[in-house]
């Protein structure tokens, strides 16, 4: 099979895989991690990389050329830091997942032992990710609302990875935070709903399944806390949170990604396994000249399959990583000082 594959070819059927995928609805890769990834078209690269161990793919030329071509020179995280740091990156656009609350006490998913898919046989659910599923919601709305009462939002606190994104925006560098998180703590840490695109939907509204009528997360909360499946006083219903369950149709606000990630100057990608698209296959629909940080503890995606020469990877614990860019940053009292001021604001919030 020829080397050269144009990926002018490719990136409108990437970015084409990428609005059908979302059009459609959000779908695991591996139903019940047993399943087979079903490969994008876009991901036919990744897949020539793989099997012919071939040179980097470079969006931005369009060809597959080997890494680290004239003047592309291996990026670290100091280059990148130095990149922020003197505002040569100022539409910095950042991915990320579960991973970046584990830190504040909330479980991600997958890790094994403590992920969430894990420990969830008290619900005696056919498998883990029936728990996200409208049919099995439909049939047995308890252990999704079991699960709320843990995750629901005033329970944790944001931490440092939350607080860097929200420093990245006060100094107008964030072009805007894609997340998977559910949790709302990109809200709590002051990032600008504008400036989120909370891609699996949020807690902080609900809708009632049978009439559609609109909640609040505050109208829920008794009910969630107490265990109990709310319900539609208008006309008994369950209310659900608009989470985005498999199978339900992403946000709108979603297809921002249309205009932010070719105008992404900066990818930082942390917390996620880059396992369920169409999130994932975010990661590969910036320009191929664009630097890709990675801030995770394993290699995922497309940087464990198919690195480009600009990526950068930081494995280990996303605080960790987040910190070293921080202080490569020289941003690290600033950051300090806006943490420890959220810190006295939910001190003070918990006394009233
Ligand atoms: N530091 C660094 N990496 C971490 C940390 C940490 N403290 N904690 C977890 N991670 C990494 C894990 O190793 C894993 O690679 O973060 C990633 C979390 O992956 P998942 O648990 O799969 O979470 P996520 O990628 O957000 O899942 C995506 O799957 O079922 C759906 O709705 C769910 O939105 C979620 C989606």
């Keep these: 099979m020829a080397s050269l594959v144009s990926s002018s070819l490719m990136s409108p059927v990437r970015l084409c895989c990428l609005y059908l995928c979302s059009r459609a609805s959000r779908r695991t890769l591996s139903a019940n991690g047993l399943g087979q990834r079903s490969l994008c078209p876009g991901e036919g690269a990744a897949a020539l990389c793989r099997q012919t161990n071939s040179p980097w ?5 369009g060809f597959f050329s080997r890494g680290g071509g004239a003047g592309e020179e291996q990026q670290t995280l100091e280059d990148i830091a130095k990149n922020i740091r003197e505002r040569q990156f100022k539409r910095v656009v950042v991915m990320a997942g579960a991973g970046i609350s584990t830190p504040s006490g909330i479980p991600d998913f997958r890790s094994p032992g403590s992920g969430l898919y894990d420990n969830l046989q008290q619900y005696d659910l056919p498998y883990a990710e029936a728990i996200f599923e409208l049919n099995f919601f439909h049939h047995n709305p308890n252990p999704f609302f079991a699960l709320a009462k843990e995750l629901y939002p005033g329970n944790y606190q944001p931490n440092l990875t939350h607080y860097f994104v929200r420093l990245l925006h006060k100094k107008g560098q964030l072009l805007r935070m894609y997340t998977q998180n559910i949790d709302g703590l990109e ?3 002051g990032i600008p709903p504008d400036m989120l695109v909370e891609a699996h939907g949020t807690f902080a509204t609900a809708t009632c399944t049978a009439c559609l009528r609109k909640y609040e997360a505050e109208d829920l909360r008794p009910d969630i806390l107490r265990g109990t499946v709310p319900k539609c006083p208008t006309c008994k219903g369950v209310i659900k949170p608009d989470i985005v369950f498999f199978g339900e149709e992403l946000p709108h606000h979603f297809f921002k990604y249309l205009t932010d990630f070719p105008l992404a100057d900066l990818l930082i990608i942390m917390g996620t396994s880059l396992e369920v698209e169409p999130f994932a296959s975010l990661a590969g629909a910036v320009r191929g000249s664009v630097p890709r940080l990675l801030i995770n503890r394993d290699l995922v995606g497309p940087f464990a399959w198919c690195r480009r020469p600009q990526d950068v990877v930081q494995l280990g ?20 000082v806006l943490m420890a001021a959220a810190a006295e604001k939910a001190a003070t919030k918990t006394e009233e």
Excluded: K, P
């Excluded at 793919?57 to 030329?61: A, I, L, M, P, Q």
């Design 57 to 61: 793919w470079n969006g931005s030329r």
């Design 187 to 189: 809200r709590l840490a």
């Design 317 to 336: 614990d996303v605080v960790g990583g987040v910190q070293a860019l921080v202080d490569a940053l020289g941003w690290t009292q600033e950051l300090d």
